[in-house]
């Protein structure tokens, strides 16, 4: 009987182990979400996308706002400096959708970084997964 429970045991641990929160479920509609270090890594999805307030250090909302996009997983910031599309045509594109869920149809590919390194002036301590636009379809 022991052995049986051990055994048991022991399959149950495998299985545990060889399951990931990083693959999607198809039947959902998810879609896994692959991080690129170069453009070969471009993938066309739909997905939400939102606009947030920006917060300072100390918490406080400020009156700039950023781009999100919703996955199942997380919102990722959306980095327009690096982005083929300009904050004015990510804006127009939103515009043209009905209802309040905002999806669009875009090449995008996701990173993990820095966001607010665009250039040498405007470094700020936010880093961490992000997504590039390469256009919107």
Avoid at 3 to 30: N, R, V
């Amino acid at each position: 009987m022991k052995f049986i429970t051990i055994c048991f045991t022991i399959h149950l641990m495998i299985i545990s182990c060889s399951s990931s929160k990083d693959l999607a479920d198809p039947q959902k509609g998810e879609e896994k979400t692959v991080f690129s270090e170069s453009e070969d890594e471009i993938q066309t999805i739909t997905s939400p996308v939102v606009e947030k307030y920006f917060y300072n250090k100390i918490g406080e909302k400020t009156d700039h706002t950023a781009f999100y996009l919703q996955r199942s997983t997380q919102d990722y910031f959306i980095k327009l400096c690096k982005s083929k599309v300009t904050r004015e045509e990510l804006e127009n594109a939103l515009n043209n959708v009905d209802g309040e869920i905002k999806s669009l149809t875009m090449r995008v590919a996701f990173r993990n970084g820095e966001w607010d390194r665009c250039d040498e002036n405007h470094v700020q301590s936010r880093t961490g997964e992000y997504v590039v636009i390469y256009s919107i379809e």
